[in-house]
C-alpha cells in the first residue's frame, strides 16, 4: 500500500505540460524572428529551462510513502498510538536504507490478512504459521524474540507440572489471529486443550483471575514483561507463570502477491544491516527496557510473575 504527498498529482502535471509547450513554442518563435538580440535569448533561455523544470516534475510528484501494518494492542512492542519497541525498529530500519514509511495502525487480524491477500505491502510482528506459506515472506532477522508462556489461578492452579503433562482438558486464553508455538497446535488437534478466542492478552489475564478459563497464554520478553501485562489487567497477585508453552521469533512479513512486497523487503533487509551495524538497533532497545523499567508495573518484577527457578513446581521448559 503506497500514498502519495499532499502535492500536485501526475494528472494534473500531464494537463499542464501541453499548456508549458505552447508557451515555449511561441517564445521561441517569437526570439527567433528577425535578428536575434541579448534580451530574446534571454527569454528562449528562461523558456527552455521552464519546460526543464516542469518535465522533471513528475519525478518529484511521485514520490511514494511506503505504507506499512502495524498492530493496535501489542503494547509496549505496538501502541494503538503508533508508536512501540516494534515499530521504532521497522522506522529505522527503513529509514537508513532510504524509504520513507507511515505506519497504519490496524487490529492484528486484519493487518495479517491484507498482506496474504496483497492488497497491504507489510504487517508487523508475524511469526510463521503453515498458511503463510507461499503467501508471506519474512525479513531475514526477527525483530525480536518472546516467549509463550501458560498463565494460571494462584486460586485455581493446573494440575500440569509442564505441557507436557496437561491430561485433561483444560480450557485455554488466546488472542484472536495470534500465532503461538506449533505445540500448542498439536495439544489442540488432539483435544487436550480447548482454545478460547478473546481481542487481547489483558482481557484473557482478566478472565483468568475471574475463574472463566483454566489457562491463559501471554507472549512476552524483555521489552514486553509479564508484570507489564497483569497490571494492565489488575490482576497482580493474583495470576502467576505456570510453564512454558515454546519460543518465537516475531518477524515483519510481507506480502508475495503485492506488486511491492519483494522491493519492500529487501529495503528492509538492506536497512537492518545498517541499524545493526551502526548500533541505532541497540540503542533502540536499550531505550525501550529502561522506559518499562521506570513502569511502576514492571519495576520491580513480582515474584509471582518471575521465571520459576529449574526444577521447581513451575519450572519453564522450552520445547
Same mark, same amino acid.
Not at 214 to 233: Q, R, V, W
Given at each position: 500500500m503506497l500514498t502519495r504527498k499532499p502535492m500536485l498529482?501526475?494528472?494534473?502535471?500531464?494537463?499542464?505540460?501541453?499548456?508549458?509547450?505552447?508557451?515555449?513554442?511561441?517564445?521561441?518563435?517569437?526570439?527567433?524572428?528577425?535578428? /536575434?538580440?541579448?534580451?530574446?535569448?534571454?527569454?528562449?533561455?528562461?523558456?527552455?529551462? &521552464?519546460?526543464?523544470?516542469?518535465?522533471?516534475?513528475?519525478?518529484?510528484?511521485?514520490?511514494?510513502?511506503?505504507?506499512?501494518?502495524?498492530?493496535?494492542?501489542?503494547?509496549?512492542?505496538?501502541?494503538?498510538?503508533?508508536?512501540?519497541?516494534?515499530?521504532?525498529?521497522?522506522?529505522?530500519?527503513?529509514?537508513? &536504507?532510504?524509504?520513507?514509511?507511515?505506519?497504519?495502525v490496524v487490529p492484528y487480524q486484519r493487518g495479517k490478512q491484507m498482506v496474504i491477500k496483497g492488497t497491504g505491502v507489510a504487517c508487523f510482528s508475524m511469526s510463521w504459521l503453515p498458511e503463510y506459506d507461499g503467501k508471506v515472506v519474512f525479513s531475514d532477522k526477527p525483530l525480536f524474540t518472546c516467549y509463550a508462556d501458560y498463565f494460571q489461578s494462584i486460586d485455581k492452579p493446573l494440575a500440569a507440572k509442564s505441557q507436557e503433562d496437561i491430561a485433561a482438558k483444560i480450557v485455554v486464553g488466546v488472542v484472536v489471529g495470534y500465532e503461538y508455538p506449533p505445540a500448542l497446535t498439536s495439544l489442540r488437534d488432539k483435544g487436550v486443550v480447548l482454545l478460547e478466542e478473546s481481542p487481547s492478552e489483558v482481557l484473557n489475564l482478566m478472565k483468568l483471575a475471574a475463574g472463566r478459563?483454566? &489457562?491463559?497464554?501471554?507472549?512476552?520478553?524483555?521489552?514486553? /514483561?509479564?508484570?507489564?501485562?497483569?497490571?494492565? &489487567?489488575?490482576?497482580?497477585?493474583?495470576?502467576?507463570?505456570?510453564?512454558?508453552?515454546?519460543?518465537l521469533n516475531s518477524f515483519i512479513g510481507f506480502s508475495r502477491a503485492h506488486p511491492r512486497g519483494a522491493w519492500a523487503q529487501g529495503k528492509f533487509n538492506e536497512g537492518w544491516q545498517v541499524i545493526e551495524k551502526n548500533g541505532t538497533l541497540r540503542k533502540i532497545e536499550e531505550s525501550w527496557i529502561a522506559k518499562m523499567d521506570m513502569e511502576p508495573s514492571a519495576s520491580p518484577r513480582t515474584k509471582e510473575l518471575q521465571d520459576p527457578p529449574p526444577g521447581s513446581r513451575h519450572a519453564n521448559r522450552n520445547d
Open positions: 498529482t501526475d494528472s494534473s502535471t500531464a494537463e499542464l505540460l501541453p499548456m508549458a509547450a505552447i508557451g515555449v513554442h511561441a517564445a521561441v518563435q517569437h526570439c527567433t524572428r528577425g535578428k /536575434p538580440t541579448r534580451k530574446r535569448r534571454v527569454q528562449l533561455f528562461v523558456a527552455a529551462f &521552464a519546460l526543464l523544470n516542469l518535465l522533471t516534475v513528475p519525478s518529484t510528484l511521485g514520490e511514494e510513502k511506503l505504507v506499512v501494518l502495524a498492530e493496535d494492542d501489542a503494547a509496549p512492542w505496538s501502541f494503538k498510538d503508533g508508536t512501540g519497541y516494534a515499530n521504532d525498529l521497522v522506522k529505522a530500519a527503513f529509514a537508513a &536504507a532510504g524509504v520513507a514509511v507511515e505506519l497504519e478459563i483454566d &489457562a491463559a497464554l501471554t507472549n512476552t520478553n524483555k521489552i514486553k /514483561p509479564a508484570e507489564f501485562l497483569a497490571s494492565k &489487567a489488575k490482576v497482580t497477585g493474583r495470576v502467576e507463570k505456570a510453564f512454558r508453552c515454546g519460543e
